[in-house]
């Protein structure tokens, strides 16, 4: 799948470096994401690649979306290996802040949706800060519906912002 001369495909064991880069970059962006930039100064190669080793181990979905040989976003749905959960995905999207905009992060949905329901994925479940209103309008329109809110979400310059749950059925 491509769009915008972009390439949409799972992670592979040697995106570790490039992987790190692009986690770097983001989590400088916005302060919408649960990571930080400070999440990542003891964090190397070598975790990149545990990471994921253990993602490609297991029903959870990492799909990137590559420009120029560079990663510019990301959509991973994390699944958990325990029966009584395994058909929920909690989503995690990150774009570039230069490719926002640009149906990059549609596209990625959409990639990773469909190779979640191969999984045996039937449900994306998502929480984005209250006030992020690009985020739910963007949910909103592919499908997600509201769940209820999630005090406490961020923690963020001594401050705790509030967020909102989303979900949508998929399988």
């Keep these: 799948m491509s769009g915008m001369d972009t390439d949409y495909r799972l992670v592979r064991a040697g995106d570790s470096a490039a992987l790190l880069d692009f986690m770097r970059a983001v989590s400088g962006d916005t302060d919408n994401l649960a990571l930080s930039a400070a999440d990542f100064g003891g964090?190397?190669?070598?975790?990149?690649?545990?990471?994921?080793?253990?993602?490609?181990?297991?029903?959870?979905?990492?799909?990137?979306a590559i420009s120029d040989g560079k990663i510019i976003g990301s959509c991973e749905i994390r699944v958990s290996r325990r029966l009584r959960t395994k058909h929920r995905g909690e989503l995690a999207i990150a774009v570039r802040k230069e490719y926002w905009g640009k149906g990059i992060a549609s596209h990625?949905?959409?990639?990773?949706?469909?190779?979640?329901?191969?999984?045996?994925?039937?449900?994306?479940?998502?929480?984005?800060?209250?006030?992020?209103?690009r985020a739910k309008a963007f949910f909103l329109r592919h499908g997600f519906f509201e769940e209820g809110t999630d005090s406490k979400l961020l923690y963020i310059d001594g401050h705790y912002v509030d967020g909102i749950r989303l979900g949508k059925d998929i399988g």
Excluded at 108 to 133: C, H, M, P, Q, Y
């Design 43 to 64: 964090i190397d190669e070598r975790d990149e690649q545990f990471f994921i080793a253990e993602v490609k181990s297991s029903s959870s979905v990492l799909a990137l």
């Design 108 to 133: 990625l949905l959409d990639f990773a949706s469909e190779e979640a329901v191969d999984r045996g994925v039937t449900k994306l479940i998502v929480s984005t800060r209250i006030d992020n209103d």
